[in-house]
């Protein structure tokens, strides 16, 4: 559940979380069940290991966007997609950190007709891209 005192971040302070979590070379259990792609929030990883710490979500005022960013052909479910601040889903997600080990994730809730998914993606430096709208 987003709380709407979660700080907002911008490009610079998500290059911060995205370089620390790659300086992480502990092993932990929050990066076994989780790849860099999205994916399903696994039953595996405790919602008790992780603490939603920030938000990529802009004002609430404000229409999002359902464009996705793929200028290298990448797809939605790609390990190497890009990480696009205002491109969906990144628009619309929360940053989770693992009480563990100090990773970050990205997170968010699609929701369609029947269903509602938890998703979640491990945030990777290299990944991280300055797109705008």
């Known amino acids: 559940m987003t709380t709407p005192e979660l700080p907002l971040l911008d490009y610079s302070a998500l290059l911060e979380l995205a370089a620390h979590t790659c300086s992480i070379s502990v092993a932990c259990a929050c990066t076994r069940p989780v790849p860099r792609a ?8 405790p919602n008790t290991l992780l ?13 999002l966007t359902f464009e996705e960013f793929h200028p290298a052909g990448t797809n939605f479910w790609s390990e190497d997609a890009p990480i696009a601040m205002g491109f969906y889903p ?6 989770w950190s693992c009480r563990r080990c100090g990773r970050s994730f990205l997170f968010y809730v699609e929701g369609g007709g029947y269903f509602v998914d938890r998703r979640i993606r491990l945030l990777s430096l290299d990944l ?3 797109a705008e709208t």
């Open 38 to 45: 999205w994916t399903s929030m696994p039953l595996s990883l």
């Open 90 to 95: 990144y628009n619309d997600c929360t940053v």
């Open 128 to 130: 991280v891209r300055a």
């Open 51 to 63: 603490d939603e710490v920030a938000t990529l979500r802009g004002s609430s005022a404000e229409e």
